[in-house]
């Protein structure tokens, strides 16, 4: 990535990482010398504002520095989101005509940019587009090492990573980010405030393992031929009133995401196309991936056909839930 200086003057900041969008906010303040007395302004919506931005932008400082525009609702970059005719027609002059140093920052905060509209096309090609998608494990362990190594403290790969799942940023359709993981780090940091090295051990005393991330740890025990721990921790989350409900949902999903996959595999379709397809990171895929070679189509398939029937005589009263679980616990691992 290019150092904040050498950055175009209009810029787009989107994607699911907010914390790595506002450290390039942080970063570009920084080595532009902006003071945000003088030569910042933040402004929402950009139809009430366009002539105020665009006067700003055009009006030189007193001071001679370079001034900072940030637009911070970007709503009309989505596919639902509009602006006036007027307004895009004084924005889209400016980006085409724009031939000073002064920043105009779009933050696309929460929303899903439709790539597709002519403001967005104008500004990949007169400015900078930078999309801050959320990190697979391996970008996620090492943002963890380099984030302690900052706060001069050390741990290693095995505890790096241990954070990143403890940490919940990892779980399937998990909405944590890295200010969650952040804060997890700030709480270790804390803990081991006379200790260079972080431990397995102030790891697990300090970090609560999500509701959820227990239940993925549970099911991969179930599907990766560890049955007792899979029992172990069943009795675990039963004592501390998890839901069984819950549980058995979760499981449930996961042999249906199972069975997707080998009906996918069962036509011979691309890696590529299957996670696109049932919309998987990388680390979730290969995880699944490693589960469906140990338990072969014609398991998954009875897995799922069994499921749907403890199902059906559980919303009838016919099968207690606790037994319908540990009924699929015991088939998986014949």
């Not at 105009?104 to 998608?133: N, Q, S, T």
Request: hydrophobic fraction near 35%.
């Amino acid at each position: 990535m290019k150092k904040s200086k050498d950055y175009k003057s209009l810029i787009l900041l989107h994607g699911e990482e907010i914390y790595l969008q506002e450290k390039f906010m942080k970063s570009l303040k920084k080595k532009n010398g902006f003071d945000e007395s003088m030569n910042y302004l933040k402004i929402d919506k950009l139809d009430d504002n366009i002539d105020e931005i665009i006067n700003f932008l055009n009006t030189m400082s007193f001071s001679m520095d370079k001034k900072i525009a940030v637009v911070e609702d970007c709503d009309f970059l989505s596919s639902k989101g509009k602006l006036s005719e007027q307004t895009i027609d004084k924005l889209s002059k400016y980006i085409e005509d724009n031939n000073n140093e002064n920043f105009l920052v779009f933050l696309g905060k929460d929303i899903k940019i439709d790539k597709r509209k002519k403001l967005y096309k104008l500004l990949k090609k007169k400015g900078d587009v930078l999309e801050y998608k959320k990190y697979n494990e391996k970008d996620l362990i090492n943002w963890i090492s380099r984030y302690l190594d900052y706060y001069d403290k050390n741990t290693n790969y095995t505890n790096a990573r241990l954070i990143a799942h403890y940490s919940g940023y990892l779980e399937y359709e998990s909405e944590k980010n890295l200010y969650d993981v952040k804060n997890e780090l700030d709480k270790i940091i804390a803990y081991t405030k006379n200790s260079y090295n972080v431990s397995q051990e102030d790891i697990e005393k300090v970090m609560s393992i999500s509701i959820d991330n227990n239940i993925f740890i549970f099911i991969d025990n179930i599907f990766e031929n560890k049955p007792s721990k899979a029992y172990e921790m069943l009795n675990d989350m039963i004592s501390n009133n998890i839901s069984l409900h819950y549980i058995f949902y979760m499981l449930v999903r996961q042999i249906r995401m199972l069975n997707q996959l080998s009906a996918y595999k069962e036509i011979n379709l691309r890696e590529d196309y299957i996670l696109s397809k049932m919309r998987l990171r990388n680390f979730i895929y290969k995880k699944l991936n490693y589960q469906y070679n140990i338990l072969g189509d014609k398991k998954i398939r009875y897995l799922s056909e069994k499921a749907q029937e403890i199902e059906a005589k559980a919303k009838t009263g016919l099968i207690d839930i606790g037994l319908g679980i540990n009924i699929l616990i015991s088939e998986a691992n014949k």
